[in-house]
Structures are given as C-alpha cells and as structure tokens.
C-alpha cells in the first residue's frame, strides 16, 4: 500500500510517501480501505516524538483518524463485515496511508447525515469534543454553554454536538469567517475572540452566568471571559491546552483526555443520526503532500484539514 511515512523524529520533510506492507489484522480489529484521513493538530508533536503512541519502530505511519471501507475482519468480530462503511479513530496512528488495521471498538459506521469525505476527519475531533460535553460537563438541555475555539476542529464539531444535546450555545471563533461559520453551525451567538469584546458580549448572552464552558484554544482573554462561569459551574479542556484555564472560586475545572472507545462511538452516531452535519474541510490534500500540509497547519483556518486518498 501507499502510506506517508517517517524514518526518524522531526521536521514536516521527513514525512515521506513509500510502499509498505498492508497492516496484519488482529483478531479484535477490522482493516479499513480508506478514502480520507484527517490530519489533526496534534500530528506534528507525533512527527517530532513528543506524542506517546505505544510500542512503535520506523518506518513509522501517523494519523490518528479517518473513513471508508471495511475490506477484512478479525475473527472476533461480530458488529461489522466487509463492505461496511465506517469511520474510526485510534491513538495508535497509522492513518496516513491506504489501509488501516484498527481495533472494532474504535469504529463506528458512518451516519446518514455525514458526507463519507467529512466522516474521514470526525473521529478524533468528535470523540473529544463529545467527551468533554457529555462525560466531563454531563450538559444538559437548557444550559448556557460557552465554547472557546469554537470554530476548530474540535469546536465546530462541538457546537453542533452541545445543540443537540440542548444547550443554549455561545462561541468564541477566530476572526469573522470563523463567527460566520459557527453561527450557521447552529451557536445563538458568537464573537471574534481576536477582534471582539468577548466579554461584554458574553455577559449579555448569559446575564446570569453560564452554566458550563468547554475550554479548545488558550491564550489572550481565555480567563477573563471564564470570569463568567457562575459558582457551582463547570469547565472541561482536554489536556495540552495552554496555558491551563484559570477559573473562579467555585467553579469546577475539569481535564481529560478524548480517548476512543466504544461507548463513546455509539452515542457520537446516535446523536449525528440521519439529520444534517457538518465537518468543516479547509481543505484536502494528497498524500504526497504531506510535508506541505503540516506546514500549513499553523496558518489560519477552520475546521480541519484532511487527505483525500480516492474517490468515496
């Protein structure tokens, strides 16, 4: 198979395509013919050995999401066959290639409402983000819900998870496409958290206080606009943001980790079901164009940015 590969830790030119074995299933796994591959922030600290991913040798494959087709299974695998349609997300990596071997319960079929290119970059985003509101924040229909980072990868995919769930949602994006994208996402408001007041904006969407915040991006004006957590409130982030959210006396502040599981798996497609959603593809590259790709990830975009390896 194709894959992108590193032969040691470090720079985006290390990332290179060659050919290499198709990944030998394991009796819990399902193997994976895929047709996109999300390429998460986080990559680059894999690329460079600052990201803990299990027992691995070189060459060494990265990617910890993506969607198509299932092509072989396990032989203690009864909740797929071949021929499914299915997105996953597994630490481990190994994403950047054709094929993937990836353990059953990292899988889940791609719901209705999911275009397969979009399902390829859901996984690990979606994971997280529902983590954060469903385990962590335990969110509840009628809260006020503040989003920070609201217009990443995590955060668009968690504005539309907190509206289904029946939050009353305000979003902190970057720059004005980011506004504009997270109020079509469904938020009942939104503010540049570059350009605007946040603040001032925030205290007259939740005049109250808000009920809970989830917490994507550090940086200038985080703390201050958690201010508006009211007492007995709840703040989540999964771990690696920084600087680490101050909160308020009396507010609860929670880390985590979006570690895929089961579980997780099922109640992420229940809530996607058959309606409409969305995962915002800034855009889409070759394999072959994965050096360029993790340069490009610091510039400024929305959503995620993914590999389209054929036609779904």
Excluded: C
């Amino acid at each position: 198979m194709k894959a992108v590969a590193i032969d040691r830790f470090g720079g985006p030119e290390l990332l290179h395509l060659q050919s290499l074995p198709v990944p030998k299933l394991k009796p819990d796994e399902v193997l994976v013919q895929l047709d996109a591959a999300g390429i998460g922030v986080w990559d680059p600290e894999a690329r460079e050995g600052r990201l803990e991913l299990g027992e691995h040798g070189f060459p060494l494959v990265i990617g910890n999401d993506g969607a198509g087709t299932v092509v072989a299974i396990g032989k203690n695998v009864t909740r797929f066959r071949e021929g499914d349609r299915v997105f996953g997300y597994a630490f481990e990596g190994g994403f950047y290639a054709e094929y993937v071997a990836i353990k059953a319960d990292y899988v889940a079929h791609i719901p209705a409402g999911l275009k397969a290119d979009e399902a390829g970059a859901l996984g690990a985003d979606g994971i997280t983000g529902l983590i954060g509101l469903d385990d962590q924040l335990r969110l509840k229909a009628g809260e006020k819900l503040m989003i920070i980072g609201a217009s990443g990868g995590i955060g668009h995919i968690a504005v539309q998870l907190a509206k289904r769930l029946g939050a009353e949602v305000f979003g902190v994006a970057s720059r004005p496409d980011g506004v504009d994208l997270v109020r079509r996402l469904g938020a009942d408001a939104a503010a540049d958290g570059r350009g605007d007041d946040v603040v001032s904006q925030a205290r007259r969407f939740a005049p109250e206080g808000f009920d809970a915040a989830l917490v994507l991006v550090g940086g200038r004006g985080v703390s201050e606009a958690l201010q508006l957590v009211k007492q007995g409130g709840r703040v989540a982030h999964p771990n690696g943001v920084e600087p680490v959210p101050q909160v308020p006396k009396g507010v609860r502040l929670l880390a985590y980790d979006g570690i895929p599981n089961r579980k997780a798996f099922e109640r992420l497609t229940e809530l996607i079901g058959s309606a409409p959603f969305h995962v915002e593809l800034a855009r889409m590259y070759r394999l072959e164009e994965a050096a360029r790709a993790h340069r490009e990830l610091n510039e400024h975009h929305l959503g995620k940015l993914a590999f389209r390896l054929h036609a779904a």
